[in-house]
């Protein structure tokens, strides 16, 4: 063979690979769009960083939020867990059993998901059901040994802090989930209730789970509607916050403070104070406006 017929041999063998990556990256590209089409909003709610000089602000110790809750709004719903920030296995959380049921849930989220519950039920006609909620580290364990490709090691599970929940419908459980009513009514108005769509199709590389329609994570307002807004996953909200900045989200003031005194506005109509995993704090607070 001479080298001219060899190097289009090459270059016809190169030219096949590229179209065939085309052809086939085509219509995964096209399944994510589809999915931020049908699953998230148009942007509505913007973040605007504030001058801190803008607000006046009251320095309070992490002890005097501990001491007074209620005061505070002290609550667990901003806390990251992933495989970079873990929870150990001694760490307990607020867990309390939803209503009159022996399903544990996070306290943080309980009121939320009675109202989203409620709304799945008048959209759809029938009830969303919980498969899984609060899970042990031995839970957990078991679990990641039956199918490490699917769970997270235990200590990496947001399960653990009752955070999260995997839902169902009637006859529609897992991926099966999106073919029902009530999966397509969760994937588009769970932010209205402060929950997420935590490992949504296309950010496998940022949250390291493939799409869980299912699993549904409680964050609260702004920050679910940001959220699902911005198409984001919790990691990349995290990553919008400058430390020790107040930001407009909505009609909320939302920042990160790293501690161990919180800045927190002089008035404000409600507030929620919560750890992160990460050492800091969000302060949330709704405006007074
Ligand atoms: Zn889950």
Known sequence: MNWSLRK?????????VVIALLIFRQ????????????????????MEALDSGSLSLKEVSIDEVYANPDL???????????KTNKVGKEDSFDIIYYKDTDVPMNRAIVSDYSKFSAAVLDACGEKMFVMSSVRSFEEQDQLFKEDPEVAAPPGESEHHTGLALDVYAYQFAGPGFLDSPVGKFVQKNCA???????YPEGKEGLTGFS???????YVGFPHSLYISDHRITLEEYFDRFEFDRYYRIDSYLVSRQEGPSLWIPENYDWISVSPDNTGSFFVTIKDTL
């Open 8 to 16: 289009t041999i090459i270059l016809l063998s190169i030219l096949l």
């Open 27 to 46: 219509p995964l590209a096209e399944a994510a769009g589809d999915f931020y089409e049908r699953y998230f909003r148009k942007p509505s709610i913007g």
């Open 72 to 82: 505070f709004g002290f609550n667990e719903s901003m806390l990251l867990v992933n």
């Open 192 to 198: 209205d209730f402060g929950f997420i769509i935590r």
């Open 211 to 217: 799409y869980e329609p299912w699993h549904i994570r």
